[in-house]
């Protein structure tokens, strides 16, 4: 069972950056593929970015370019760098894991407002 902990959302403002982190439980973090998603209101979830257990990156377009997924396997987390925001990247950022089951984070808020 792996738990996932989201932290870093705040109020940015327009061209602003932000840190996510999202601190998982377990020691087998290193072995795990890991994801952000994102979820504006009345929007579906979508994928933001994925990051492999060898550390092979992945992005949407909508981010690429601006957003930065990392992990420090030492800590057992998993970051989002956020740069060049956008109004419409405000959302409820979500960290993802499949191991046998889905596991997701509780989500962190992020708005992007002046």
């Known amino acids: 069972q792996v738990q996932l902990v989201e932290s870093g959302g705040d109020l940015v403002q327009p061209g602003g950056s932000q840190r996510l982190s999202c601190a998982a439980s377990g020691t087998i973090f290193r072995l795990l593929n890991m994801a952000w998603y994102r979820q504006a209101p009345g929007k579906q979830r979508e994928l933001v970015a994925t990051?492999?257990?060898?550390?092979?990156?992945n992005y949407a377009d909508s981010v690429k370019g601006r957003f930065t997924i990392s992990r420090d396997n030492a800590k057992n987390t998993l970051y989002l760098q956020m740069n060049s925001l956008k109004p419409e990247d405000t959302a409820v950022y979500y960290c993802?894991?499949?191991?046998?089951?889905?596991?997701w984070g509780q989500g962190t808020q992020v708005t992007v407002s002046s």
């Open positions: 993802y894991t499949k191991l046998n089951n889905d596991y």
């Open positions: 990051i492999t257990s060898l550390r092979s990156t």
